[in-house]
């Protein structure tokens, strides 16, 4: 499934690392790492299922599911504008791993 909710977010993270899947969060801040350099690294995500985690718009995500995350990774902008708009940066990234995976 491409999109989902979850009335606790923090729950369904836990029980997405249980499943076997890794967890990346799409969002900025000091940890977080430029997509394309992890790509171009990495020559894209291991085997493993990996759920792209997107927060709200304006308060990113949830600072508790950033710890579970393995990586942390922002795509790269140019000039003043600090940020897509999440559905925009989900497709971008996603289209990103995708062509990664394809290697």
Same mark, same amino acid.
């Given at each position: 499934? =491409?999109?989902?909710?979850?009335?606790?977010?923090? =729950?369904?993270?836990?029980? *997405? %690392? +249980? #499943?076997?899947?890794? *967890?990346?969060? =799409? !969002?900025?801040?000091?940890? #977080? +790492?430029? *997509?394309?350099?992890? &790509?171009?690294?990495?020559?894209?995500? !291991?085997? $493993?299922? %990996? /759920? *792209?985690? @997107?927060?709200?718009?304006?308060?990113? /995500?949830?600072?508790?599911? %950033?710890? &579970? @995350? !393995?990586?942390?990774?922002?795509?790269?902008?140019?000039?003043?504008?600090? #940020? &897509?708009? /999440?559905?925009? $940066?989900?497709? /971008?990234?996603?289209?990103? %791993?995708?062509?990664? $995976?394809?290697?």
């Amino acid at each position: 499934t =491409l999109f989902r909710s979850h009335a606790d977010p923090l =729950l369904a993270a836990r029980a *997405l %690392l +249980e #499943s076997g899947r890794r *967890l990346w969060a =799409l !969002e900025g801040g000091p940890r #977080s +790492e430029d *997509l394309y350099d992890v &790509l171009d690294h990495a020559g894209g995500p !291991e085997s $493993a299922p %990996l /759920v *792209l985690v @997107c927060g709200h718009e304006v308060s990113g /995500v949830d600072p508790r599911i %950033l710890e &579970l @995350c !393995e990586r942390v990774v922002r795509i790269p902008m140019a000039g003043i504008k600090g #940020s &897509l708009n /999440v559905s925009v $940066a989900f497709g /971008v990234a996603v289209y990103a %791993l995708r062509h990664a $995976a394809r290697g």
